[in-house]
Nanobody, 128 residues
Framework: QVQLAESGGGSVQTGGSLRLSCAAS????????MGWFRQAPGKEREGVAR????????WYADSVKGRFTISQDNARNTLYLQMNNLKPEDTAMYYC?????????????????????WGQGTQVTVSS
């Protein structure tokens, strides 16, 4: 099991930026897919971005492509989501998640793998 803890959420104006962090521990090897998800009230949870821990390959939802960047630190103990040019529709609770899988299942297409481990979330609010 991977333990995950998000931080960095807050309230910003439209066009502002935030960087979310997810401290991770409990890995055994590099064969993990890391993901950022978000859920707004009354809406389904959606995948935002994914990164394969062993390769640094990534996938992004069309709604955030060009604005958000997913990355990990050199020790691969922290996952980041840099969010630029934020919009009101980005307002949601943001979660990080992890699952052991292969690279292709993580980043080859829009379908999310079934994530096993989840953080408790951090709130992002963007005002117009």
């Amino acid at each position: 099991q991977v333990q995950l803890a998000e931080s960095g959420g807050g309230s910003v104006q439209t066009g502002g930026s935030l960087r979310l962090s997810c401290a991770a521990s409990g890995y055994s090897g590099d064969s993990f897919c890391m993901g950022w998800f978000r859920q707004a009230p009354g809406k389904e949870r959606e995948g935002v971005a994914r990164l394969y821990r062993g390769s640094d390959m990534t996938w992004y939802a069309d709604s955030v492509k060009g604005r958000f960047t997913i990355s990990q630190d050199n020790a691969r103990n922290t996952l980041y989501l840099q969010m630029n040019n934020l919009k009101p529709e980005d307002t949601a609770m943001y979660y990080c998640a992890a699952v052991r899988t292969i690279n292709r299942a993580c980043v080859a297409g829009p379908n999310n793998p079934t994530f096993r481990d989840w953080g408790q979330g951090t709130q992002v609010t963007v005002s117009s």
